[in-house]
Structure formats: C-alpha cells, structure tokens
C-alpha cells in the first residue's frame, strides 16, 4: 500500500509463530486501515507479512509443520521454504523499517527488542506508550531473559527475522510483544497501535 512523496519502506511481519495469532489478524486489520490511504501514511509504503508460518498457523503451533521455530532460521543458510521466501523478500525490498508482531505468554504487559539503526528504540518508546491505553507495560528489569529498560530490549536472539546482514543502511528493527494471556481482541488492537504510532 502506498502512501505520498518521497518513500520509506515499512515491512510488517505476523505469525511467524503459528500460536500467536493477534499479529495475523493486526496485519489484516491494518490493510484495511491503509487502504482508505490516511494521512498517517503518507512518505510510506507499507508491505504486509500476515501469515509468515502458514502450517504453524493452521495447526495453532508456534513450530512448523517440519518442527522448527521459523524465528531462528534466518540468515542461516535455512532449508525451510517460508525462510527461504522471506528472506528473498527483505534482500529484494531492502526495508527501512522492519516490524515483527509477536505475543509472550509468559509477560504481563507490553514490551518490544530493538536493533539495527540507533533510532530504533526512539520508535518503539512512543509505540509502547500508545498501546499501554490498551494493555499495561512490562516494567521487569529482565524479560523473557534479557535485561530492560522500561519494557524495551536491546539485545535479541540468533536468526530471527530480520535485514539481510549485508544491508546498509541498517534497517530500523522492532519487535513487539503483546501479553499472550491478554484477550485477543485487546493484543490486536495494541499491535494496531504500536505500528500506526511507530
């Protein structure tokens, strides 16, 4: 979907874990949204990624149908075919923003990771904020194993989805997390939020 003027490429990504269904459903949400072409689009052109493990999905698993956490298999050298399609996609469209929709089941609130471009964190503070109308943050000193700086983390794991390694600029990479225990309606709505505001 395509906004006006000089253009900055947003890619989109959701359910790349086939049990957290809230970022499929967001994605859907916001082509919707961006089809009426509003105003908070304009200088962007916005790629949708909603079903990124179409058997993980379908079977309500967070692996695929061959048993693999997609999430770690990029830039691996991957045999899987969704790593393999995504990966030619993010080499080809060279994204200046890249958002990956997510849900922990273990959190009780919001949080996100941020790498890449140093203004990645800038991003993900005010979309934290946005969505905490919603859903409250995460202020733990350590989630999901890393340390964080009110519900924002620098740190991240091997092979998730991402910029190619060899991109320059480095795109501006957030991960954002909903409460997986959250009512599905209220963690779509905050992933809404979070990527209009960011």
């Keep these: ?5 000089d253009l900055l490429k947003a890619g989109v990504f959701g359910g790349i874990h086939g ?6 459903a967001a994605c859907h949400a916001l082509a919707n949204w961006a089809r009426r072409s509003p105003p908070e689009l304009s200088g962007f052109e916005l790629h949708l990624f909603p079903e990124c493990n179409p058997t993980g999905l379908a079977a309500g698993t967070r692996h695929s149908l061959a048993g693999l956490d ?3 298999e990029f830039w691996n050298g991957s045999s899987q075919p969704e790593v393999q399609h995504l990966e030619a996609e993010l080499r080809a469209e060279r994204y200046d923003v890249i958002i990956a929709l997510h849900e922990d089941d273990t959190s009780d609130g919001l949080y996100g990771f941020v790498s890449g471009a140093l203004l990645s964190a800038h991003l993900l503070e005010p979309a934290l904020h946005a969505a905490s109308s919603l859903l409250p943050r995460n202020h733990a000193e350590v989630i999901d194993g890393f340390r964080a700086d009110r519900g924002i983390i620098r740190e991240g794991y091997p092979g ?3 910029a190619p390694p060899e991109q320059r600029p480095r795109a501006l990479e957030i991960v954002f997390e909903t409460p997986g225990l959250a009512p599905l309606h209220l963690r779509v709505d905050a992933a809404i939020i979070a990527v209009q505001t960011i």
């Design 1 to 5: 979907v395509h906004g006006a003027g």
């Design 19 to 24: 049990d957290e269904p809230s970022g499929t």
């Design 70 to 72: 997609l999430n770690r």
């Design 160 to 162: 998730i989805l991402s």
